[in-house]
DNA sequence: GAAGATTCTTGACACTCGTCAAGCCCAGCT
DNA sequence: AGCTGGGCTTGACGAGTGTCAAGAATCTTC
């Protein structure tokens, strides 16, 4: 009985039925980042919810139509994190402060969301139909932290010797290990990251008197 | 019925239970290796064996007993994969090339174990009953990334800018991003993922003239 | 070859899952 | 007031899950 995509009917209870939508999703991801996409049923995320677990197939075709939403939904608040902190910082090393102290926030107060993240970026390497929405996103991040790196080297009167993949890649990485140590009790890995990340970003300006070689870019986007 | 951890009784059949047992894990690994941890039934674990589904209770308390099995079972194969090549090189860029042409090979020929390996590690930041044998695994990789970043350092006769924890995060993120787009059918993957590496390692070095600035090591094992 | 232990199959159980349809509730219109 | 229809609840269904027990099949040992 639903409508195509978001839009319901032509009477006009557009916002109210995305609203819902929105409440739902709001909902699922509270229960996914606790649970885990493995574990998580759409009874529970009603039982999160202030609704009983019908009205989810009121609202969603099914279960996943639910979670791709979930991330889309997930990825419009995520993803212009550090914007404020490209925007404000003056100097490089002014930058690379307030990019590892976003981090350490980042890891401390959002930690279920960004297992939640990878635990469905995972899954879209065994389920092929995430894979298009966990693509979009995870260039979007990318292109996230290039704005970071870009922004930094600009900043230091030098250039990257990476290109937005490895630049990615890499501080995702360092990010990933400080997660899973930050959630398994690891108190020391909000300094550990900091610690790490003003390690690595200098690494990843070519030095200014000598012409370094670079890691190369990607030759293409697939 | 079954005895308590792997001998079963003073009669002898311990390998002949052992053996079972490994036959088991091969398959349940297959399995999981396709399907994912999420979507991964005893019944299905069986039905890739020779065996029917009530022989896993047999051999294993239960699927949680199993899936812990699993890890450390394909831990033994994979830890040691890059030591010949550690062994082999006699010189900093014959090292490169050899790791980098396994990292490249990995990819290629065991994709779907290290699509579960990140599956299982992902799912230790739900399932606490996980994290201990992956946070065991988790540290035998880092010292096997770390046994090659060290000879690396050594054969160029310079100092690792990193610590291990570092070391291994970055080399991680890079190529569970490789193993993402290659998953997904970009087969340029494996080239990009070698370029990077080439493009790393010697950032890992410090400049031998100069005394560069260190990506600090974790202050403590937690 | 019989007796006993071990290994494996089969079928059942209690439960949870996603899905769906029937109907209740209540705001808004005539 | 009475009706209408969208929003929501409830309860059911079939399929699939982990687990387990009872017994068949196979091997071991005398």
């Known amino acids: ?30 229960t996914l980042g606790e649970l ?15 609704f009983t677990h019908g009205v989810v197939h009121y609202y969603f075709r099914d279960k996943f139509e639910l979670i791709v939403y979930c991330v889309r939904y997930y990825k419009a608040r ?27 926030q980042t890891l401390r107060e959002e930690a279920p969301m ?6 469905l970026r995972n899954q879209s390497m ?10 979009t996103i995870d260039r979007t991040l990318e292109e996230m932290i290039w704005r970071v790196v870009s922004r930094y080297a600009e900043l230091a009167g ?23 140590g930050y959630v398994a009790g690891d108190e020391t890995a909000l300094e550990t990251l900091s610690g790490q990340v003003h390690g690595l970003m200098p690494l990843l300006l070519r030095p200014a008197d000598q012409a370094g070689r670079t890691v190369p870019a990607p030759q293409s986007r697939s």
């Open 1 to 30: 009985m639903a409508a195509s995509t978001t839009t319901r009917n032509r009477t006009r209870p557009v916002d109210k039925y995305d609203e819902r939508r929105n409440q739902l999703a709001e909902s699922a991801l509270a």
């Open 158 to 180: 030098r250039e990257p010797v990476t290109g937005p993949a490895a630049a990615y890649g890499l501080l995702d990485g360092l990010f990933q290990q400080a997660l899973l």
């Open 126 to 135: 065994f389920e092929e139909s995430l894979r298009e929405a966990v693509t």
């Open 114 to 119: 960004h297992r939640l993240w990878y635990d």
């Open 36 to 50: 885990g996409y493995a574990k998580t049923s759409l009874r529970e995320i009603a039982n999160n919810s202030e």
């Open 78 to 104: 995520c993803v212009r994190r550090y914007d404020d902190v490209v925007a404000d910082a003056t100097t490089a090393d002014e930058l690379l402060d307030g990019f590892a102290a976003k981090l350490r």
